[in-house]
């Protein structure tokens, strides 16, 4: 069973930066899907970045260049760098891990709990 922990968080003024990072425990089947999603209060939750199944990153609209994921497949980790944070980046930020289960013949999902990220005016 594969567990996410998010971590780095936190409340940072606009035009600043974040890094998040993303640690997964156990086995990670093949073929896979991993990134970041979040979702503010009352929206519906977004995906922000996520690595495909060809291992290629993908981008949300409304990152427009400000963010940057990387992944270390040795560690298992995803980190999402943010700059030029606005205000609209607020948000809780989720781990995602979409891996697909040939013992089970089926997609399985992992989420992350959760980082909050505010970001002032």
């Known amino acids: 069973q594969v567990q996410l922990v998010e971590s780095g968080g936190g409340l940072v003024q606009a035009g600043g930066s974040l890094r998040l990072s993303c640690a997964a425990s156990?086995?990670?089947?093949?073929?896979?899907?991993m990134g970041w999603y979040r979702q503010a209060p009352g929206k519906q939750r977004d995906r922000v970045a996520h690595f495909t199944t060809s291992g290629g990153p993908n981008y949300a609209d409304f990152v427009e260049g400000r963010f940057t994921i990387s992944r270390d497949n040795a560690k298992n980790t995803v980190d999402l760098q943010m700059n030029s944070l606005k205000p609209e980046d607020a948000a809780v930020y989720y781990c995602?891990?979409?891996?697909?289960?040939?013992?089970?013949?089926?997609?399985?999902?992992?989420w992350g709990q959760g980082t909050l990220v505010f970001v002032s005016s």
């Open positions: 995602y891990l979409k891996h697909f289960s040939y013992g089970e013949g089926r997609w399985l999902e992992v």
């Open positions: 156990g086995t990670i089947f093949r073929p896979n899907t």
